[in-house]
């Protein structure tokens, strides 16, 4: 709406907008969608950047770098959901024919995880060797988090797949309480893992909220597919 004002006032032309078109009804629904997909990005945060602030308050500034090395590795996981996502969204929103939205994240989970996995092989592998290379060997000890970092953005890049499709046909509701559930896990993950076990209590608190959320994000899919695809 303002972006509508702001090219109106520069670009003046015998098109006037007025308030009386717009309809009160869609923007009710348009503001409540967007604070539904906010929540998810706030549930997001929460989950990812909340575990640096309790290595550090636990461990240190040292441990901190260790883990974001494993961190900023382990994003290459997301980079097909991603691509996934960019298609499925529009895809949900446009389709008629929800049955086959069902098929293709059944499909497009299936391969996410067949491909993560295999990836996850290569990492452990190599994955000393990646780092020493990028970051230098005083950087190996975030080797030790690589496994548990890995799987969790396994899990969560899949759920980020069940959430286009809510997202897709209206429903952001679900993938944000989703996440946002998962983050609290992930909270008091660090609180109880992160003094005994180090950034490897962290990376297996991400792990294990990664998974649940991935786990509830199937179970809903099943729940609701009925709804899906009517």
Request: glycine letters at 6%.
């Amino acid at each position: 709406l303002v972006s509508l004002l702001i090219f109106e006032s520069l670009n003046r032309s015998n098109i006037k907008f007025s308030f009386k078109l717009v309809s009160k009804e869609k923007i009710s629904k348009m503001v409540k969608y967007s604070l539904q997909v906010m929540l998810c990005a706030v549930g997001w945060e929460l989950m990812f950047n909340l575990n640096s602030i309790f290595i550090k308050y636990f461990l240190g500034l040292e441990q901190v770098a260790f883990y974001s090395v494993g961190r900023t590795i382990v994003q290459a996981f997301t980079f097909l959901p991603l691509a996934i996502t960019t298609i499925m969204l529009p895809k949900a929103s446009k389709n008629k024919n929800k049955a086959l939205i069902s098929k293709y994240t059944k499909y497009a989970v299936s391969i996410n995880l067949i491909l993560s996995f295999i990836g996850l092989f290569f990492l452990l592998v190599l994955g000393k060797y990646i780092i020493n290379l990028i970051f230098g060997a005083d950087y190996l000890p975030a080797y030790d988090v690589l496994l548990y970092l890995s799987l969790g953005q396994i899990f969560i890049a899949s759920y980020l797949i069940y959430g286009s499709v809510w997202q897709g046909i209206g429903k952001p509701i679900i993938p944000s309480l989703i996440i946002l559930s998962a983050a609290v896990i992930n909270i008091a993950g660090n609180i109880i893992l992160i003094p005994s076990y180090g950034i490897v209590g962290a990376s297996l608190s991400t792990a294990i909220s990664s998974f649940i959320a991935f786990a509830v994000s199937i179970f809903m899919f099943k729940k609701n597919e009925k709804t899906i695809t009517n």
